[in-house]
């Protein structure tokens, strides 16, 4: 909303310095302010609320050293982080860019689908929360838009270069790269980036290249599947992940950081140019949402790092795992997710491992067997007597190994 004002101010009145709201760092540089301010100033007011609302976690006893002491701890946190969300983005982004509307979107829908379960654990006394299977379509119904707004929606381009005659009936550019004369165009796409690859990108159709020609006119069925997979897949590992204080938070600021970077150089012309890496005409607004976001989990984090004042629940941990995926999917980098998001990924195979080997051992020898003291992976590190603050450092320090691999990665051919 400022933006559009200051441009009105600009285009309009003499003042000094007004056109600075133009420039795409200087609104990611006050989102992130604004997101710290409106986190930790007003976070501070709605725990209060919360307390004094008795909104707080109901714990079952583990085993877990210090857990018990959690108890009554208040809850739906993730209100905060929303709020520190969406409010410097409505301020400092630009909301007739689609991209930014696909964010908020997703922010609130999975933020709300989070927020029902935590009303339902905390106000209706129901341990179990929202059923799995609503959850599940809820993550499912937002891929769904997503993938469909992604695949059809005519202002979701790509920029790629191209030989004379053209193919696509697009407006045509001409540039030098170096000595070289290069034409490009901005057109419909199922490319997506992927390491390793020929030019680091790979199109989804050419998965159904074994049906022969005409095989193009079923990407979207394979698009849609990736996308339902990796929505649903890295929001819940988000919120498997917040189980102990600053955990989720702290590796979700990590590689919000990096996909900033990664927005920034994708929809930034002269750097994707010389980094040879996809174009994608205004996506470069989405550096304003990764501001807002990185901001909102760093302002948490002051009151959500050991010892806990306060939880994210639900609401915090399914918006954040979407924000990650869509964000992701979006600059088409949803293939370096099982990098970036090493920390999740791990998480969810731990639980996945435990679940499947304790039914397989249960069947076959009548009695189940664990592979790790308890799941997910931060529990098993809590039963060996490893203090929470250097659980959560170590992760730390392996998401931030990771996001810099995920960035090296985009250059190695």
Not at 260 to 267: E, M, P, Q
Not at 275 to 282: A, F, G, Q, S
Not at 339 to 367: A, D, H, I
Request: net charge positive.
């Amino acid at each position: 909303m400022l933006y559009y004002l200051f441009t009105y101010l600009s285009k309009n009145y003499s003042i000094p310095g007004i056109g600075v709201f133009q420039y795409i760092t200087f609104r990611m540089a006050m989102a992130v302010i604004v997101s710290l301010l409106v986190t930790t100033v007003y976070g501070r007011r709605l725990i209060d609320y919360l307390r004094f609302k008795q909104v707080g976690e109901t714990v079952r006893n583990l085993g877990l050293e210090g857990q018990m002491q959690k108890s009554g701890t208040p809850t739906m946190g993730g209100i905060i982080i929303i709020l520190g969300i969406l409010i410097p983005t409505l301020l400092f982004a630009k909301l007739d860019n689609i991209y930014i509307v696909m964010m908020l979107v997703t922010t609130i829908w999975l933020g709300l689908i989070g927020f029902l379960d935590d009303y339902i654990k905390v106000f209706k006394k129901n341990k179990e929360g929202l059923a799995g299977k609503f959850k599940i379509t809820g993550q499912v119904g937002l891929a769904l838009i997503i993938g469909w707004t992604m695949y059809f929606h005519t202002n979701i381009t790509i920029r790629q270069e191209v030989k004379l005659p053209v193919k696509y009936d697009v407006p045509v550019d001409f540039h030098m790269r170096g000595d070289k004369q290069v034409y490009t165009q901005d057109i419909k796409s199922t490319k997506t980036t992927m390491p390793f690859y020929k030019n680091n990108e790979f199109d989804y159709a050419k998965v159904l290249k074994f049906l022969g020609p005409g095989y193009e006119h079923y990407a979207l069925m394979v698009f849609m599947v990736f996308v339902i997979v990796i929505i649903t897949a890295v929001s819940n590992g988000a919120n498997i992940t917040d189980g102990i204080d600053g955990l989720a938070t702290g590796t979700s600021a990590i590689i919000g950081l990096t996909l900033a970077i990664l927005a920034y150089v994708s929809g930034n012309t002269l750097i994707a140019d010389y980094l040879n890496i996809m174009y994608i005409p205004n996506s470069g607004e989405l550096v304003i949402f990764a501001g807002a976001f990185v901001g909102a989990c760093v302002g948490f984090l002051w009151y959500n790092s050991y010892p806990a004042q306060v939880f994210m629940g639900d609401t915090g941990s399914l918006a954040i795992g979407g924000i990650i995926a869509v964000f992701a999917i979006i600059i088409r980098k949803e293939l370096l997710v099982p990098v970036l998001c090493g920390v999740f990924l791990v998480e969810n195979v731990s639980v996945m491992m435990q679940v499947g080997w304790f039914k397989f051992t249960k069947r076959k020898y009548g009695e189940g067997r664990r592979i790790f003291l308890m799941a997910p992976l931060h529990h098993h590190y809590q039963k060996k007597g490893f203090h929470e603050s250097k659980i959560v450092t170590r992760f730390w320090i392996i998401c931030i190994f990771l996001a810099i691999i995920t960035v090296i990665t985009l250059k190695l051919r």
